[in-house]
């Protein structure tokens, strides 16, 4: 980095120093601190490596953790049965609406797998390149298939990195019902993380987690109409989101900014040397989970007082999900704060029993039976 460069950085910073992007919302409203994720049930044992859940119409959610896929069911969920082992970490789910699961499968691409069939169908390329970092994938009434992939050519496991080099590198890509004809609708996205497709199939919603920003966008014969920025400027970042089975979505957060990471961010030279001389944990970096490891990053805010972390402490890692309305606003949200038990919030999904929630960085399935507006 130059003189020259410096000299521009700090102009900026004086005369745009709240400037969208770098101007984190206050947690008000719908989004107002609460305890309340904290009170869900755990599901089972914990299960490393929850990534994604999904729900069909007969009460049966289906999981992904680590290289497995698991099948819910009995009182609670507590029954699991495997129903198929991968060769590498599975992610993003769905179910189409001819029965089969989709799962994005890092390093390799989307699978479909049918009941009737013991192995998968695969797309593993789109347009010429590797599908390595698929993140979420969903499914249109008709058939069509939509998944995002976060960085192309990244794994999904170096997210950190990703957001480090400050890349925007993500893809939105179509596929046929049977994962043919795959056409890349979008490109150059900062790392899209979730999508879903409306109920009556006439929009497509998606998130970007380094944008922090929810789009909705009209799906038609033609194709993908124009971009809506639903939400521009979220204090977290967005992950998957599923329908809540009464036209809205469910949110998952699975960090909440800080103001000690967007300023790193705009410090190449200590941000660049950082990267290259200590591991990604101790970056000063989101995170999944934390304070278990005396040598992570700590703002003084959230040294403990007392054996005690304030909830309202700067947070290395936090729990946040939201549900959102039709229009995609937010109406009610769901929060394990600093030193809480369920942090690192990647997906969940509606069922007739409560809300299924996996916390990725706490290794957990939850179930959330109280009320959401």
Not at 36 to 55: C, M, Q, Y
Not at 67 to 79: E, P, Q, V, Y
């Amino acid at each position: 980095m130059g003189m020259f460069d410096h000299l521009l950085r700090d102009i900026r910073s004086v005369v745009d120093r709240d400037g969208g992007q770098n101007a984190i919302p206050p947690l008000d409203g719908a989004l107002s601190p609460n305890d309340r994720l904290d009170t869900a049930t755990p599901i089972g044992e914990a299960l490393p490596g929850v990534d994604d859940v999904v729900a069909d119409g007969n009460g049966v959610v289906y999981v992904s953790a680590g290289r497995s896929i698991w099948k819910l069911g009995g009182d609670g969920f507590a029954t699991r049965t495997k129903i198929i082992e991968f060769e590498d970490d599975a992610g993003g789910l769905a179910l189409h609406p001819d029965g089969r699961l989709l799962v994005c499968v890092a390093g390799r691409g989307l699978a479909a797998i049918d009941p009737a069939k013991p192995v998968p169908r695969w797309c593993e390329a789109a347009d010429g390149s590797a599908l390595a970092g698929l993140l979420s994938v969903t499914a249109a009434p008709d058939g069509r298939i939509y998944a995002v992939e976060g960085s192309v050519g990244r794994r999904p496991s170096e997210w950190r990195h990703d957001l480090m080099e400050k890349r925007s590198n993500g893809r939105l890509i179509a596929f046929g019902a049977d994962l043919d004809n795959p056409r890349v609708l979008l490109r150059g996205l900062p790392y899209p993380y979730g999508a879903a497709v409306s109920a009556d199939g006439n929009s497509l919603w998606l998130t970007e987690s380094w944008a922090h920003r929810l789009s909705s966008f009209a799906l038609g014969g033609s194709g993908l109409g124009a971009r809506e920025i639903v939400a521009g400027n979220m204090p977290g970042y967005p992950a998957r989101l599923h329908p809540d089975g009464h036209g809205g979505l469910l949110l998952g957060l699975f960090a909440r900014r800080t103001h000690l990471i967007e300023f790193v961010l705009k410090e190449d030279d200590f941000r660049e040397e950082m990267m290259a001389t200590m591991p990604p944990d101790y970056w000063v970096a989101p995170a999944l989970v934390g304070g278990s490891d005396c040598l992570e990053p700590m703002q003084i805010g959230g040294v403990k007082a007392l054996g005690i972390q304030k909830p309202w402490a700067p947070p290395r890692s936090y729990g946040l999900l939201v549900h959102l309305d039709a229009e995609g606003e937010a109406t009610d949200s769901l929060h394990s704060r600093a030193g809480g038990r369920f942090h690192g919030i990647t997906a969940a999904c509606a069922t007739g029993r409560g809300i299924v929630i996996a916390a990725r960085g706490a290794g957990r399935l939850l179930l959330f039976t109280g009320d959401i507006r």
